[in-house]
């Protein structure tokens, strides 16, 4: 038996004196052997995509049978359009069932890629000869990306993400994966497999001897493997070879022996030599499973050809690759060129002296290290040294933008796609929001025609599963009037727009339907205030009925206070956008007061006996009504202002009730008195009277403290309410001091806990009072005047009118107000 240290001493590595070779230079062909001329490759390699184009070039077989779905051979024509541009992929779903899908990725450097081109430009038969996607999508029930489902589409190959772990088979089974890359690697002495194979292929130049030469030592290599593993823990792939036997069979018929076939080496052993009778193969493929499908072309990235990804087929670096196969001669030193004006372009100080040097160093390594000719490592080596100057910082933008890349296919219109597809297209197109692999961030004017229209196609397509964008916070503006969004297209949302065109045509008609249709199935009120805000923003009036009578409906028969109480912020924000938008919201209104009118009825019941985790849960509850209640606070009419005040007084009556409660949870109370502290509806001799009866000696340590989180915890500005108003913190100060010894520890965690939350400026403040004393003197020790007040760092005793006053000009030129017009008062208390 051939061992596999021998199959390896087979394969031809790199000559250092030819490496470099450009490879375009001009050799010799050696007559090709006889056909069928089995041309085993590694899926994504640029050493293998040459050497088939070296190959093809000398056989010019009439046919060329390519490892993929039959289903595709239709599609084949399209890879000449020159609206397809690689990375791009085969895509096959269940036409019932698209979220069952796979995925057949090509990039410009893959072999099969280039086979397909070569077919097409010198007119010769192409196929397809993998085992059908009918058959192969049924085998499972749930397939993911061609790769992450156990067999990535090209199925298993040297160095394709063999060996990573246990795998799947097609029927689910777990199965303990050999990687021919790394055992072909182990036996040349490489700990790397990576790099075995740039030193064997990735560094042959072409031209270099008989182009089938490599073939037949892959080959070899291959069959002592298969002697030895056998399938190596891939059960699916004996079907596969036999249907690709069959293939080759039936082209032998047509062609006679003047065939290439192009498929992964793994599977070459099992294609040469004695096959398999005609009837064994046929007994392996009878009784399938299969499932009807539908192919198209679309478009790829290559983070998606990165073996991090998830892809089983996957490679490390399939920019790096790109480059190898684009570049015509000296890589390395347009490698670094590339490398230099990325940098630059992000401000970094690189020179020509850096490109000089680096290339320099980077060959050094390679002849220390024994290679051929500089590869990733030693480039990488050589940037970090060189201009990164020592730092993994910028050395990872370079793996993010080169090493990786960011590139994103295209395919033609005349590709299938179903009718969703097209409509989303045609949208992207006109509203110029163009598909892009980089990460974007849009900031959208709503009251700009086109930027509404964007804002309204993303939220229609949110509400259908395909998360193109990212609502994110919007730059330089907190008004309703712009939107932020973080864009990134994913070749998986392909397959989500196919999974969407169940529900309709367009992208307005299926948001539509999916809105209805979520809205009769949703049994939790917030979830129906959700999709109620959601339709809104998605501007789908059309669903807006169903979705508010089963929003009336579900009001009515939920009677949990915290149900309400979630449901009711969405709702408000929905009326606010609402206003922004044009877009009417009468009945939405009806139904907000509605659900605020039943939350004062049931909120301060509902506040009582409740534990430490139920008390915070509900503070977080009375804080969003707050919140709600104050957007409803939008009088549009005389009967909406009578509405709206109606309410908040109601409002301001339940949070009273609140805050005397001893009942009452104390983080409670503390947050009613704050809230209506913050409204004016609490003057600061009550607030500091409801403050020293919480604060009193008679209460438990804890629930004086809970009180203080409550009054002075999670709101932005607490901090400076203590800052401000010095009786407060006078009356906090006082109580923490009294705190006996033995319960100090069981409330120390809950004041950490508060005032860890104020900024360092304010906590360093507040820290200064308090060692002074709040009524302690103000300017360094000497005594203060009789009836001056103590001021707080950087703050005068009293307002300035004078100053205050000052502004005014200034903001009756920002408002657009007359200033004659306004309103005068006495400038002095």
């Given amino acids: 038996m051939t061992s596999a240290a021998d199959a390896t001493a087979a394969v031809p590595a790199a000559r250092p004196d030819t490496a470099a070779r450009p490879t375009g230079a001009p050799n010799a062909p050696s007559p090709p052997p006889r056909g069928p001329w089995l041309l085993g490759v590694r899926h994504h390699g640029p050493g293998s995509a040459r050497a088939v184009r070296e190959a093809l070039d000398a056989a010019r077989p009439r046919a060329v049978l390519i490892e993929g779905p039959p289903e595709g051979d239709a599609l084949l024509p399209l890879a000449a359009d020159p609206g397809m541009r690689p990375p791009v992929a085969l895509l096959a779903h269940v036409r019932d069932d698209p979220g069952r899908a796979s995925f057949w990725p090509l990039a410009e450097f893959s072999p099969e890629w280039v ?77 790397d497999p990576e790099r075995w194979w740039e030193d064997v292929v990735e560094h042959r130049a072409a031209g270099e001897g008989d182009a089938f030469a490599p073939f037949q030592a892959v080959a070899d290599a291959m069959t002592a493997l298969r002697q030895e593993y056998g399938d190596a823990g891939h059960r699916l792939d004996p079907v596969r070879e036999a249907h690709m036997r069959l293939q080759l069979r039936a082209a032998r018929k047509e062609f006679g022996d003047d065939i290439a076939v192009v498929c992964g080496a793994w599977h070459v052993p099992a294609l040469t030599g004695r096959p398999p009778a005609l009837t064994a193969d046929r007994a392996l493929l009878k009784g399938l499973p299969k499932v009807r499908t539908e192919l198209t072309w679309v478009p790829w990235t290559h983070r998606r050809l990165a073996r991090r990804s998830g892809y089983g087929a996957g490679i490390d670096s ?30 970094r100080p690189v020179s020509s002296a850096h490109v000089i040097e680096a290339v320099r160093l980077a060959e050094a390594l390679a002849v220390m290290r024994g290679r051929p000719l ?25 793996h993010d933008r080169l090493v990786v890349g960011d590139v994103l296919g295209e395919v033609p219109d005349e590709a299938p796609a179903v009718p969703l597809q097209r409509d989303l297209t045609r949208q992207q197109r006109t509203l110029r929001l163009k598909a892009e692999a980089a990460e974007r961030e849009w900031d959208l004017d709503l009251r700009k025609d086109t930027d509404a229209a964007r804002s309204r196609l993303l939220h229609r397509l949110r509400l259908l599963g395909v998360d193109w964008g990212e609502p994110t916070a919007s730059r330089g503006s907190t008004g309703t009037f712009r939107e932020g969004w973080r864009l990134r297209w994913e070749p998986e949302l392909s397959v989500r727009v196919a999974e969407a065109g169940i529900w309709g045509t367009t992208v307005l008609a299926a948001a539509t339907a999916k809105a209805e249709s979520q809205a009769v199935s949703a049994t939790a009120l917030a979830d129906i205030t959700a999709l109620a805000e959601r339709c809104l923003l998605a501007a789908l009036p059309d669903a807006l009925p169903v979705v508010m009578r089963c929003l009336a409906d579900r009001a009515a028969l939920d009677s949990d206070v915290g149900h309400l109480a979630q449901a009711l912020p969405a709702l408000a924000r929905t009326l606010r956008y609402g206003d922004v938008r044009g877009t009417g919201t009468a009945a939405l209104t009806d139904v907000a007061v509605g659900l605020a009118e039943r939350i004062c009825v049931g909120l301060p019941p509902a506040c009582t006996g409740l534990d430490a985790e139920g008390a915070a849960e509900m503070r977080g509850h009375l804080d969003a009504v707050h919140t709600a209640i104050t957007l409803l606070d939008r009088p549009g009419g005389e009967r909406d202002g009578d509405i709206s005040g109606a309410l908040r007084a109601r409002w301001a009556q339940v949070l009273g009730k609140l805050a005397g409660r001893d009942t009452v949870a104390g983080v409670i109370r503390g947050r009613a008195v704050r809230l209506l502290l913050d409204d004016g509806r609490l003057d600061e001799e009550e607030t500091a009277r409801l403050m020293g009866l919480a604060l009193s000696p008679g209460n438990p340590p804890a629930d004086a403290a809970a009180w203080i989180e409550g009054f002075v915890g999670g709101a932005s500005g607490s901090g400076m309410l203590l800052i401000h108003d010095q009786r407060l913190l006078g009356l906090v100060d006082a109580w923490l001091t009294g705190v006996p010894p033995d319960a100090f520890t069981d409330v120390l965690p809950l004041l950490r806990r508060t005032f860890s939350a104020y900024e360092a400026g304010v906590r360093r403040t507040l820290g200064e009072l308090v060692r002074r004393g709040p009524s302690g003197p103000a300017d360094g020790g000497r005594p203060r005047a009789a009836g001056t007040e103590v001021a707080a760092p950087g703050f005068g005793p009293a307002l300035d009118p004078a100053r205050a006053d000052a502004v005014l000009p200034v903001l009756h030129l920002l408002l657009g107000t007359d200033q004659e017009d306004a309103p005068t008062e006495a400038t002095t208390p």
């Fill in 115 to 191: 086979a397909i081109r070569w077919a097409l430009a010198h007119d010769a038969a192409v196929r397809f000869v993998d085992l059908p996607a009918a058959h192969s999508l049924a085998a499972r029930e749930e397939r993911t990306e061609g790769g992450a489902d156990g067999e990535d589409g090209h199925g298993p190959v040297p160095g394709a993400g063999l060996g990573e772990g246990p795998g799947e088979d097609g029927d689910g089974t777990a199965a303990l994966r050999v990687d021919p890359l790394a055992v072909l690697a182990d036996a040349a002495g490489y700990d």
């Fill in 318 to 347: 399939p920019g790096w690759y790109g480059h190898l196969f684009d570049a015509a001669d000296k890589p390395v030193v347009r490698w670094m060129t590339k490398v230099a004006g990325l940098l630059r372009d992000e401000d």
């Fill in 374 to 398: 500089a590869g990733l490592t030693e480039t990488t080596d050589a940037i970090r040294a060189v201009m990164c100057e020592g730092s993994d910082v910028p050395l990872s933008l370079v």
